[in-house]
């Protein structure tokens, strides 16, 4: 199995910045993709960023310009560094991996528990 743990979240006032992290742990063959993911309260999950273990990122719309994904291959870990934030960035923010495990050669998707972002106006 894969475990990932997020930790950096927090109460930001507008226009301050956060950096979340994700390490990944556990039976890890090898890591694909890795990733952020965020749900709005009432609304629906939304991409915010990717990055693959190449380096090749991706970015939802709304964040481009003010955040940047990174990797730390070696240590399983994700970045993600929230810069310009306003009230509506205020989401439970999820970080997956696309991992394979020694068990199976399969890559399948794993999710951490989340970590609140919460910013005030």
């Known amino acids: 199995q894969v475990q990932l743990v997020e930790s950096g979240g927090g109460l930001v006032q507008a226009g301050g910045s956060l950096r979340l992290s994700c390490a990944a742990s556990?039976?890890?063959?090898?890591?694909?993709?890795m990733g952020w993911y965020r749900q709005p309260p009432g609304k629906q999950r939304e991409l915010v960023a990717t990055?693959?273990?190449?380096?090749?990122?991706h970015y939802g719309d709304s964040v481009k310009g003010r955040f940047t994904i990174s990797r730390d291959n070696a240590k399983n870990t994700v970045y993600l560094q929230m810069n310009s934030l306003t009230p509506e960035d205020t989401a439970v923010y999820y970080c997956?991996?696309?991992?394979?495990?020694?068990?199976?050669?399969?890559?399948?998707?794993?999710w951490g528990q989340g970590t609140q972002v919460t910013v005030s106006s």
């Open positions: 997956n991996a696309v991992a394979r495990t020694w068990r199976s050669f399969r890559f399948n998707d794993y």
């Open positions: 990055i693959t273990s190449g380096g090749s990122t």
């Open positions: 556990g039976s890890i063959s090898s890591i694909n993709a």
